[in-house]
Each structure stands twice: as C-alpha cells, then as structure tokens.
Nanobody, 122 residues
C-alpha cells in the first residue's frame, strides 16, 4: 500500500527557514504524476501551497511566491519544499500529496501524508 511520509517540520522564528521532505513508498511499481504540498491552519480550510509535475513544472499559491521552492527527485520518489522568510501566518500542518498509479494500466489515485507541524514564532 502506498504511503507518503513527511519530515522536516518544527519550530522556527520569523524570517527563518525550514525544509520539508516527503517520500512515497509501499508499492512495487509507482508512476508518480503531480506531487504537492498543502497546509491547514487551525480553524481554516486546507489550502494549496505548491505543486510540481513529473517533468518539473511548478505552480505556487500567491502567498508563497518568492519565498518557497518546490522540487522533486523522481528516482527517489521524493518531493521537497524549501521554505524561506517564514512568517507567523505560515504556521500550519503541512501535508504532502501525490497522484500515483501503481500498475501500468491502472488509473492514478491521490494519496496523502499524515502531515507535519510547522510553527513560526514572531
């Protein structure tokens, strides 16, 4: 069964940086299409942070443009979110998501990690 495991969250002061990593595993065959990061702050709905296609095309939400960078390593089934110039408003649980097909002929499904807490103090 496919699993996404995140790492790298924690507590940082405003203006600091954190690097989140997420690795997919658990299936003999995985074709990973889009990978991305989402976040959910207390009392708010989950929102898109950034996504990256298999070929490396990226899309960012306006509130992170110029501060965050998403990248992936297809050989390692990993997606990374580099977060710089963090602000208290970035405090949230950050979750990894990936669209993955586990056989050559099957349709892809969306999988989610359990999330990692990011807390930015002022």
């Amino acid at each position: 069964q496919v699993q996404l495991v995140e790492s790298g969250g924690g507590l940082v002061q405003a203006g600091g940086s954190l690097r989140l990593s997420c690795t997919a595993s658990g299936a003999i065959f995985m074709r990973i299409n889009t990978m991305g990061w989402y976040r959910q702050a207390p009392g708010k709905q989950r929102e898109l942070v950034a996504v990256i296609g298999r070929g490396g095309s990226t899309n960012y939400s306006d509130f992170v443009k110029g501060r965050f960078a998403i990248s992936r390593d297809n050989a390692q089934n990993t997606v990374v979110l580099q977060m710089n110039s963090l602000e208290p408003e970035d405090t949230a649980v950050y979750s990894c998501a990936a669209n993955i097909a586990t056989t050559i002929l099957s349709a892809a499904n969306d999988y989610w990690g359990r999330g990692t807490q990011v807390t930015v103090s002022s």
